[in-house]
């Protein structure tokens, strides 16, 4: 038994660095107990996060790792020029150096800039990095989105990971190629695999991560409101909350995203149908509390840098926090969440 990766099927043709050598990857884990690293919004290759990096590190080295996450907007600000930038180097491989473990990775907006950094603008940039997955031993995108079961084989994984591609349904400028359209053919065919996948899954625990929140109390708003925004078809982000509350809400366990600054434990479960909200893009940078938050929360910091770790077993998840001292780079146990109850059996 292992892990199964499962593609989403978002390529249109195969592209031409597909006949490329691959890179030796990492394997996948093969246990029924996971250690999961959780960051997000980390890609600035700045003093931030290689603070929260080196506390992670120590960290994993002390507790062990068996997989981490990223949560989108991987290479600031404008995302990599080609599958071999150097940014690779600088703001993943670099400061993630010892946490040696398969990174499974989203894209987010500052990944699929236009003219303007982070507008989410130019969708098929983000094909560079799911391209680097060849390039990189730790680096996992093997598609704009995809599945990862473990251990695979087993009837019935621990844990079932679906990465989701929220970008082109939440930029900040309208999309111009019709592919990636929030109505195109892109979407429709992530949809459709996404409800297919999670009908599928016969996860003990079911995690679907992307880079937009579908709720959140930090300076972005809630999905359908995005930076205060109610109306058009990309920035409120209206899709994006169309998505998970259609396919992903009372299917999945957690809802995984960044996109906000912040760490956020929100308690969101016995409104979303058992779907609980977490929030962990605070890698590199913070960006503050909403004036007026409009979700519970378990526990919430909005001026700290930080992580969180994931212990997952068939009994339960519990949820570790971390902040970091950005002087120090030094972490501390910030708080405990522990989660028992899942979902009905479909």
Request: proline share 5%.
């Amino acid at each position: 038994m292992g892990a199964a990766a499962v593609l989403g099927g978002g390529a249109v043709a195969q592209p031409a660095w597909a006949a490329a050598p691959a890179a030796e990857k990492l394997p996948l884990p093969d246990k029924a107990e996971l250690t999961v690293l959780l960051t997000g919004d980390a890609g600035t290759g700045g003093d931030g996060q290689w603070a929260v990096a080196d506390a992670a590190r120590a960290l994993c080295e002390r507790r062990g790792v068996d997989l981490a996450i990223g949560l989108g907007d991987n290479i600031y600000e404008n995302g990599p020029e080609s599958d071999t930038d150097d940014e690779f180097q600088s703001k993943f491989e670099r400061p993630n150096t010892g946490i040696d473990v398969p990174w499974l990775m989203v894209l987010g907006n500052h990944d699929t800039s236009g003219i303007i950094p982070g507008s989410g603008g130019w969708p098929s940039r983000g094909d560079h990095e799911v391209a680097y997955h060849r390039h990189s031993a730790r680096w996992y995108m093997p598609d704009r989105h995809y599945t990862v079961a473990v251990p695979a084989g087993s009837g019935e994984p621990v844990a079932e990971f679906f990465a989701v591609d929220t970008t082109p349904l939440s930029s900040y400028v309208l999309q111009t190629d019709p592919e990636y359209y929030w109505d195109g053919p892109f979407a429709r065919r992530q949809r459709a695999w996404l409800e297919k996948s999670l009908a599928a899954s016969r996860a003990r625990w079911k995690f679907v991560f992307a880079h937009h929140p579908l709720r959140n109390n930090g300076t972005h708003r809630n999905a359908g409101e995005y930076e205060g925004v109610s109306c058009g078809d990309y920035l409120s982000g209206k899709h994006v909350e169309e998505l998970y509350e259609e396919v992903v809400v009372g299917r999945a366990e957690f809802l995984l995203a960044g996109h906000d600054h912040s760490l956020q434990i929100l308690d969101t479960a016995g409104t979303y149908r058992g779907t609980q909200q977490i929030v962990c893009g605070a890698a590199a940078k913070t960006s503050g509390r909403a004036d007026e938050p409009s979700n519970k929360a378990f526990w919430e910091a909005y001026d700290s840098l930080g992580f969180m770790l994931l212990t997952v077993n068939a009994r339960q998840v519990v949820i570790d926090a971390y902040t970091v001292d950005p002087g120090t780079h030094e972490y501390s146990h910030a708080y405990q969440h522990i989660r028992t109850e899942r979902l009905p059996a479909a």
